[in-house]
């Protein structure tokens, strides 16, 4: 498995019935913000406060550690390696392991650049994104590749993501079979579009919940 | 004053794409959007690629392509239609506007579905990023 923007991940200090602490390196704002660890949702108040500071502009933390949330030390796993859809991953000690298609993983870490571009950022007006609408999106791509691994048994092809209209992010499979465009718009309330076609006749439209598996969706892309 | 012309279907209009919509130099659904009423464009009959990139703010961080007017107005809902911006012309906020006699817009709400069509048509580089 591909690590992406970790150093030297490791475990420290385990006890039995107390959460692993770990050590770690990779991307502050990541481990933050995150909310999905590889299957299990964490809320985000479970997770430690003084996650650390961020020592410098690069956003790139030269250590720390946390404290694991119950809902991860609990599973009972002696060897469980998890990983954060922003790229960063952790190892616990010992047995199970989780993955993430490579692909996925980096086409996300990559799209963060999206969050960069400031107000008008194209000479004509066009706002910046937020990043609860990255969230959304990545999050979505997230679910739809963990349904079609864990319920297919299929890799989802990797999208590009992209900066769309009007703060959305759009999610974009081009392949020699079919071409996809799922747009996820900056105001949750509005609904999130599709449209894919195989180049011929056959095609797909409407609306979707981000926040689902969209089986029909992940099955046509893998068909 | 210029009139509004007919651009015709076999004539081309030039779209000015910023680099951060194409960092790997390829054109996607996303180049194509709506800014205010429509998708800004230049009629090629009045403005050539270069023309069109400078009328960016910063022209070097732009690149030019062409769409063939027909090629837009195949797809259900699109219409390309001259738009010439008038001497002493301003603004939703004032501003001055330079005029253009080139000036045209895709009108047509920019939906998904239409976005991935029109990354489809036969589209060319006219200045690629970097030019």
Known sequence: MKLLA??????????????????????LHDVREHR?????????????????????????????????SRAISSLGESDFEAEFCHGVAMH?????????????LEAITASRSI????????????????????????????????????????????????????????LHWKLAGFELLVNIPSDAGQPTTFYGDDYRNSCIRGNLNPAEEIRGLVVWLLT | MWSKEVIPDSSSVLLRVHKSLIPDAEV??????DQGGGMSVDWREYSTA?????????PTDNAVIS??????????????????????SFDQNGNPLRPNRAHAQVIGEKTTERRLKLSRIDWRWELRPGD
Not at chain 2, 28 to 33: A, G, S
Request: hydrophobic share 30%; glycine share 10%.
């Open chain 2, 67 to 88: 769409l063939p007017a027909g090629g837009i107005r195949q797809i259900e809902g699109l219409e390309v239609q001259h738009d010439p911006v008038q001497e002493n």
């Open chain 1, 6 to 27: 970790t150093e030297s991940d490791h475990v420290e200090g385990e006890e039995p019935g107390c959460p692993p602490r770990l050590d770690f390196r990779g991307r």
């Open chain 2, 50 to 58: 270069l023309e069109t990139r400078n009328r960016g703010k910063i």
């Open chain 2, 28 to 33: 996607r659904p996303n180049v194509f959007r």
């Open chain 1, 115 to 170: 969050l960069e571009l400031e107000d008008d950022w194209d000479d004509q007006g066009s706002p910046r994104y937020s990043e609860t609408t990255w969230q959304r999106a990545t999050d979505f791509l997230v679910r739809q590749a963990d349904f079609a691994r864990a319920s297919l048994g299929r890799e989802l092809p990797v999208p590009k993501i992209l900066p769309g209209p009007q703060a959305s992010i759009d």
């Open chain 1, 92 to 104: 616990l000690s010992g047995g199970s392991r989780v993955e993430m298609p490579p692909g996925i």
């Open chain 1, 36 to 68: 999905w660890l590889r299957g299990w949702k964490v809320a985000p108040e479970q997770w430690e406060p003084h996650v650390i500071d961020r020592p410098d502009k690069s956003d790139c933390m030269r250590g720390g550690s946390f404290r694991i």
